[in-house]
Structure formats: C-alpha cells, structure tokens
C-alpha cells in the first residue's frame, strides 16, 4: 500500500508547484485518500466482475468505500462527488441488505466505474486548483434508474420463491464452482468412502490429496473428518472409519471411480450415487462452522487474509513524502562519497594505521548496511502498476469485443519507484499493443482452434541486479513480411533484408514512426508507440527485446535494473579524464597483442580475440580528450558487453573497481543535447568527477 | 505570521535592490544582480564533457553538488586567458538552474541607484549586446549589467541545430 502514497505523493508534489491550492493538509489528505478509496474501489470490482459474482464482502466493502467517500468530499463542499457516492451507497445498501439474485452485473461493474472516473476525473480538477463542479446528475440518474430496475425485478421473485433465494445464497458462497455447475438439479448427488492401506501413514495428507485430486471433477465437497489439514489426530479417524467424501457431480459415475481409485495407497473404496443429499447438507452445516476446504472458500479467505494483513500493515505504515525519501537518498549517496574521502585520503599514503583501519571498516559497513536500507525503502512491488492493468484490459475488450484474460505473475518483485514511474506508461502501451495488435477476435481463434479467451500474461521477475518484465500475449505473432514491408515503404530498412535475423525483423517495430496496424483505433496504430517505449526504458537505463511466433504470441521483454542510485563501476582514466563504466557490463580486460589488430580500408580499428572479432572504440578520440597514450599497446582495452553486442574500449588505464552513486548531468547541460555514451556522472574519492559510460549508447553508435 | 515573513521578504528583496557584484573581463566592467549570486569560489578542477560548446567548460563539484561552469570570456567571444589565482568562479542560480560563471576576477558589491541606471544604446547591434540588460554609471566607470537569464537561454536554439 505504501508505495501507492510515494506515487501519489510525487505526483502530486509536481502539481504543488503550479497551484498553491493543495498545500492545505485537509485537501491533501482528502485527495489523496479519495484516490486510494478509488484504486481499492477498482481493483474490487474488476475481481468481482471476472468471477461475475460479486461476494457479500465485496458489496460491504464498495459500500464501506462509497460511504467513506460521501462523507469525506461532503465535509470539503464537494456536493456532485458526495451525491454520486450517495447514490452508489444506496445502490449497494440495497445489494447488501436484500441480496436480489438477478443483477446485471456487468451493467452494475459498468456504472461503478463510470461513477469511481467521474470522481477521478473531479479529483484531478480538485489537485490543480481548478473549480471541481461538473454536475454529476445524468450518472445519479442512471444509478437510481438501475436501482429502480432492480428492485423491480427482484420485489416479484423475491416473494414467491424464497426457495430460489437460499439457492442463490448457497451459489454465492460456491461462487468459484458456479459457472461450471450452475444448476444443482442436473447433478447427482455421490457418496464415497475410502479406506487406506494400514501403515500407510498420514492419512490425513493422503486425504488431503484425494480431495485436491477430484476438486476439479466434482462440485459441492464435503468430507467427515473435516479438519485434515491442521488436525493430525484425524488420522486415527481416517484409520478406523474411512475418510468420507460427499459431493455433487455431472459427469459419470466410472469418471469418478477411475480418478479416485489413483489414489496411493488406496485398499477400499465404496463409491455409490445417493438420492437425497441431506447428510451433504448436514455435514456441510457442521463444515461451515468448523474448519473448511481451503479451495472452496478459497476466494473469501484470501481476501479476509489480505484485509488481515492489510490492517496488520497499516497500523506499522506512515507515509513519507517522496521528497524526503530522495533527500535521505542523496545525503546516504554523499555520505558513501565522504568515507571513500577520508579511507583513501591521499595523506593516509604510506602510513601505517592499524586503528585507523579498524574504524575505517566499521564505517565501512554501517554505510553500506545504511545504504542498503534507504535503497529497500524506496523500493515498492509492481503490484499497483500490474494491477491498473486489469482495467485497461476490462475497458478495452468491452470496446473491442475481444475476450481477454489478463495472469499476471511476480507483481510483488520489488524495483526502485524512480523505475516504476518510467515503467508504468510503457507497460500500459504494451498492454494495450498485446490487445490491439496481438489478440486475435474471437471467432478467428476459434477457427485458428485455440481457446476463445485469449490470454496476456504480464509477468516480473528479477534476475540478478535487473528485473525482468514480461508482456506475452497468445495472439496471431508478428508478421515478418508486413514489418519488411512497412520498414521498406517508411524507408526504415538499413540492412538488407536477407540479411536481417528474426530478431532484427521484429525489432524494427521499435523504431519511430512505425505502425503495422492498418488503422488507427482509439487505442494504438498511430505508431508513436513502441519507440516511446523504447525511449522510457532506455532513460532508466533498461533494454526492450522482442519475439514472436506466428500464430502463437508476442513476447516482450523489459529488461532494466533493480536500482539507478547505486551502481558498481570500474574506473578508467583517459588523459585528465575520468570515466566510470558499469561492471555488469565488462567482460575481461587486456593489453592487446600486435597481430590481433587489424584495421579496415576506413580506418576502422577491430580486434581478433579467440576467433571472435571486436571493434575498437579509442575514448580520447571519441571525447576529444588530450592524453599522450595514443598506442594501443601502451593503454588497455575493456571489452564490456550489452544485448549480446561486444565493444572494446581503450583506455589509458585501470583506476580500480567502486560503488558508486549515480547522479545526472546538470540540467543546464542536459538542456544543450543528449550526449550519446554518457549515462550520467558520480563524484570519486578523492572529490573529482567521472562520468558514467552507457555502454549502450555507445555500442549503439 | 504570514504578514511578518512577508514583511522580512520585502526587506530582503530590498536590501538586494540595486546591489551588483561587479567583475572583469579584460578591460571591461561587469556587474550582475546580486539577487542570482550564490557564492564565489576558486577555480576548481573542471570535469570535461564532451560534445557541448567550447563555452561550457565542463562540470564541478561543488560540496557534492554538481554544477556546470561557463567561461564567460567565450562566451562572449573573447580571446580565452590562461586560468590563474585571481580567476573566480561566480555560482549563480536561475530559476533552480546553478551554474558557474568563470571570470578573470571578481571586484566589488555596489550599489547602483536607478538613476544610475540607463538602457544600452540601441543602435550598435553586436553579438554581445544581447546579453547586456542595462548600464549602470558609477563615477566616472561605466558598467555593462548582464542579463542572467539571456545568458543562460539564449543561443540555445542555435547550438542545437549545430549539432543536428
């Protein structure tokens, strides 16, 4: 939750500076717990509409939500956003309170939305200080119209078939089981008793299994002894009595024999389908009250799992303003600097000090040990950023009529909220892309034979001192003939085509003022994406690869690191010069052998190392720089290495391997142009300045 | 509350009003507003940045904050001198922007009076009259008062297409 209000925070400190207006803490407080209300609201609805039911504690907390937001924006005079949540309360009081069984309940997930980007929509008026009065009416309007609707519908059926109500109650709590077995009737009722193998050991787990086994077959589960999971003693039941499984099932009776008689160990099953299922309803009564099977109640307990440790959370959390937190940042980096000052002082040379040395390292690992926490501070998962996701995705295959799945996997991997702002928009883009471009409409998957719903799966992960992010769709691929052709028509090919890889085929989408959709829709085609894209990540020092198979998928891949603070860098020298260039990226380095060099008819420098041939970058040409080691045997090559591309650098020498902090070029410079192979610039030791090498940027030239 | 550091503001703008720290270049006198003046340092050793225009030096650190020094005499299209221990930097701040201004030597803070104060000729149309805001007299010297904020934007637009 925390990293939500860092967001928040940031963004809202950029607007501080145009208004005066939200320096007033009252209004902060409101805007920015309006906002998060808002997010929860989202995120609760786009949960509820993919297992199309919506849970008595979801309608308790969107009525929570709804509540909350009516008195907050009622007590600042904003009367259109506290009507709105007015009436969106009274829609969910009565969802509450009679729990109809027939709601549209993608006409509900639709109005709620329009309501929650209304008050968004006013939210941002209310931050820059501009009047937020739009008249929310026409949505209370509709909002009332649909209550009005429902009751009506639901008044009549109410009062004849009370029995349907109790069904329906029942088939909320199943609700995960619900659109595979939606009528009870056209199930039948199986009773099975299963006895192990004596000195089999753990029944209860073996049990355990059983049940996991035939959850997918069956519906409605009950089992006697119900506590197996946490209560060993049930396996002296299981022993004397046999585990018992009531449940209801569609499919046939063999179906279910054969899958249970997989089980291990298994010495006795009875298998018989019963008629009336009473002792199922009893046992479930007694189930209810004690222990359950987690996956049947799976979705409830999550989330009183979630709102557990979010109130765990929330008592231990403060919000601390992004400035603050960069501040630290920047006084724990010049603190870094400062013991590397006083450690290798150029007056230490030479001396002897034990003592000296013996607080020096201590030093040493308090700051390192500071320095890692301020880093884990401002480190925040992509859960939010993944999360926004699922709403684009909603709001997009209602527009486009696509049937889409989002899965997003690893959004708890932590990276530096700097990152995250860079990544968020890129992410929307490939998203919306994946969609657009990727997924195919439903009836040509089906005709292609894949499954209707198509299927884009966002995925992070960290991989050493990167994160990796993954946007995989299963749509239609990329077509390598339609990027050649649209490069060769925007005149975008450099290379010729026989000679380009796959890779390089696809990577052409990268490049500005490309497009292979046809049309422009609302969404993507304009081809001002992919190289914005491109140029997000690459500010925060990221990579974007990308790979496809036809009538597969697309995958895109987001490769940037972890952190921008802190890098480890080796130090070179050329002339007076001093540049830093990222570990990670250097391979080995060397002194050069004569008959390794071989220069080319323009003058070009390349090296022959173990059959493999490198170019040669001279850095005192490339920079301008005065220095006297001009030879190539006299300095030394750094062969760095980035997207499987290899570079030798020359320099004139090695001056050691340091952390170092990562500061940008003075605005005043950056104003002027971006220096092609300069990432940045870090203070050294000893208080002079060097420059961080992108070698990226560099092989790239 | 709010009354009081108002008032202080007002007092401070005014005991700025109409102050320049004056400097010199060659046989010229130059005054700026003391208003952008941060600090004056020593001649520091200058980080190299390459691809950038032969006026800007470079970067320095000053106590951990890095700021990109200007020598004002290319600026200006003069002939560069040889740094040496009368040569100062003047760290100026625009609009959050700090840079270094590097000038053979730094003279005095003055007080100018408005009516001291009178508008360039118009007529003489050189390239460095654009950075000139006004003349101030003090005495019998005359001082040309630098517009910062030129000197910092100006000649932007041209540079970039140089590099285009």
Known sequence: MQHKMILFYRKKSGVNKLSKLSHDPMMEMFIFETAQLLEQLEEIIINSEKSNSYSAHNINEIFRIMHTIKGSSAMMLYNNISTLAHSMEDLFFFL??????????????????????????????????MEANTDSGFLIDEISKFLADLKKANSSIQNCEKEEKSDSKEKQKYYIRSDKFADMSTTKAFKAVIHFEEDCKMENVRAFNVIHNIKDLVSHICYFPSNIIDDDETDEIIRKEGFKILFRADCDIDAIRETLMQTVFLKNLELAEIDNDEERIQLEKQQETANVYPTVHKAAENELEVEAQ??????????????????????????????????????????????????????????????HIVMSIRMVPLTATFHKMNRIVRDMCKKLGKDVQLKIIGAETEVDKNVIEHISDPLMHLVRNALDHGIEPPEDRQSKGKPQTGTITLEAKSAGSDVLVIVNDDGKGLCKEKLLDRARANGLLHKAEVDMSDREIYNLIFLPGFSTKDSISEFSGRGVGMDVVTKNIESVGGTVSVDSIPDKGTTITLKFPLTLAIIDGMNIKVGNSRYTIPTVSIIESFRPQKEAIITDPDGNEMIMVRGQCHPILRLHERYKVKTNITSLFDGIIIMVEQDSKTLCIFADELLGQQQVVVKALPEYVQRFKRIRGLAGCTLLGDGSISLILDIAGLIRV | MADVTENVMEMEEDTQKGRFLTFSLGKENYGIEIKYVTEIIGIQAITEIPELPEYVKGIINLRGKIIPVMDVRLRFKKEPRAYNDR????????????????????????????????????????????????????GNDVMLLLDCEK????????VISESV
Not at chain 1, 330 to 357: C, R, T
Not at chain 2, 151 to 158: C, G, H, I, K
């Open chain 2, 151 to 158: 000197l910092l934007t100006e000649d932007e637009l041209e």
């Open chain 2, 87 to 138: 040569t100062c930097v003047i760290v100026i701040d625009i609009q959050d922007v700090s840079i270094g201004l590097i000038v053979d030597s730094v003279a005095e803070v003055l007080t100018i009076p408005d009516e001291g104060i009178v508008e360039p000729p118009k007529i003489n149309r050189g390239f460095n009259n654009r950075y000139i805001k006004n003349i101030g007299k003090v």
């Open chain 1, 96 to 129: 509450r309170e009679t729990k109809p069984s027939s709601v549209n309940f993608s006409e509900l997930t639709d109005l709620i939305l329009k309501g929650a980007d209304f008050i968004k929509t006013e939210l941002v008026k209310i931050e820059e200080g």
């Open chain 1, 310 to 371: 979010s109130q765990l959370r929330g008592q231990s959390m403060i919000s601390v303003s992004v400035s603050k937190l960069d501040e630290l940042m920047d006084l724990v980096g010049e603190m870094v600097i400062a013991e590397a000052m006083v450690v290798q002082n150029p007056d230490l040379k030479g001396l002897e000090l034990n003592n000296f040395q013996k607080a020096a390292r201590q030093l040493n690992k308090i700051t390192s040990e500071m320095q």
